[in-house]
């Protein structure tokens, strides 16, 4: 057992999470490895997104008269948690509020993302605590990115998205980071979304108004997985607009600042707010398969 990294086990499935970024790693049923395993394209696999999502205009969070530097997704991601447990199938992970966070995001917190195995899938649930004493606000996302295709023998186009609900809804693209003002048609057909790299010529496809709940990646034969979430409200679908092997699925509370807003951290469409004492929890789970 590393310090730097823990391994999970159900059946045949497994997983690894880093205490970097409380990232995951891998997830394999024995035979496939559905997780990107952070090629040149992208040196990332599933990062956590926090204290926002997306990006801030000049890069600058203004709270009360200061500005504070805040990079694109916040600084979780290249944070290093604490192990809080560590067992066969769960671990639990917790990164709180320090002096070196206070430079970048003046608020008090603790998030504490809990990861358990079973025989076919893998939950994370993030909760966000308010140890302060004044409101907290924030926004928390996944980005886990799998491989596409998940068999490299497969064409991506012979994979699709398919939701559990119509997603009749326009989308949003972003230009610079920031959100763009219009709004677009999306391009589901009913519950389905044939997937190829020109989907993403113009970079990510958000949801900000999702119906569903659920989402499966699949071909018609071979490895599939479902993503689910609870508590989240929008939902980011990309990969680079250049090509590359994977797909991230993002179930996201809260996005990019939209273009033209320039104020307060705290006025910033999209974000939560967390009472001082309270807390928020978001879960996603990763189930797998194949048919």
């Known amino acids: 057992m590393s310090d730097d990294t823990h391994s999970l086990r159900c059946g045949s499935l497994s997983a690894t999470v880093k205490a970097h970024g409380a990232e995951l790693c891998s997830l394999k049923d024995g035979i496939t490895e559905f997780v990107w395993q952070a090629g040149p394209e992208w040196p990332r696999h599933a990062p956590l997104l926090f204290p926002i999502v997306g990006r801030l205009a ?13 990079t694109q997704h916040g600084f979780a991601r290249d944070s290093r948690f604490a192990w809080a447990e560590r067992g066969e199938s769960r671990c639990t992970l917790v990164l709180e509020d320090s002096e070196t966070t206070r430079a970048l995001y003046p608020f008090a917190f603790r998030l504490t993302a809990a990861y358990v195995i079973d025989e076919s899938g893998l939950d994370l649930t993030l909760t966000i605590a308010n140890t302060g004493k004044e409101t907290l606000p924030a926004s928390i996302g996944g980005h886990p990115a799998f491989n596409w295709p998940l068999k490299p023998e497969r064409a991506k186009e012979d994979y699709a998205l398919i939701f559990a609900k119509a997603e009749a809804s326009p989308v949003h693209r972003l230009d610079g980071g920031l959100l763009r003002a219009t709004a677009e048609p999306g391009p589901v057909k009913g519950t389905q979304l044939p997937l190829s790299e020109s989907l993403f010529a113009d970079d990510a496809i958000i949801f900000d108004r999702i119906e569903s709940d659920a989402v499966r990646y699949a071909a018609s ?3 599939w997985l479902k993503m689910s979430w609870r508590g989240f409200r929008e939902l980011g679908v990309w990969s680079k607009p250049s090509g590359a092997p994977f797909l991230c699925i993002e179930p996201w509370r809260g996005y990019a600042s939209p273009a033209g807003f320039d104020g307060e951290f705290t006025d910033k469409p999209g974000l939560m707010h967390i009472a001082p004492g309270a807390e928020e929890r978001l879960a996603f789970r990763i189930e797998v398969g194949s048919s």
């Open 221 to 223: 034969t071979g490895p």
């Open 58 to 70: 000049g890069d600058e969070l203004r709270h009360r008269g200061k500005t504070y530097r805040m």
